[in-house]
């Protein structure tokens, strides 16, 4: 079970989830803004997602050297593309 035993309301467990997808976004993050480590984060995804989506992930994650930020290169220092737009809809924008 989730070590923390808080509730999320349906908009941050998709932020989360979507957070755990991106490979520019390390653990460390999620820990800091929900106060979920890594096993945490596991549960809530094998969770929510179906089991094929969560092996998916899985592998991606073990495979990604980005979301931990020990494993990070020096050079990468944001956790979105420049090229996104402020939090609003989480868009590209035009170019």
């Known amino acids: 079970m989730i070590s923390s035993e808080k509730t ?3 908009i941050e467990t998709d ?3 979507e957070m755990a997808w991106e490979d520019r976004t390390p653990f ?3 820990k800091f803004q ?3 480590n890594e096993a945490d984060v596991k549960v809530l995804m094998k969770k929510e997602l179906k089991f094929s989506s969560y092996k998916l992930w ?3 994650v073990e495979n990604c050297k980005t979301k931990h930020l ?3 290169a020096a050079g990468i220092d944001r956790f979105k593309c420049k090229l996104q737009r402020a939090i609003t809809n989480n868009k ?3 170019r």
């Open 8 to 10: 999320y309301t349906v």
């Open 15 to 17: 932020r989360i989830i």
């Open 28 to 30: 460390e993050a999620i």
């Open 34 to 36: 929900f106060g979920l």
């Open 58 to 60: 899985r592998k991606r």
């Open 70 to 72: 020990a494993k990070r």
């Open 92 to 94: 590209i924008s035009k």
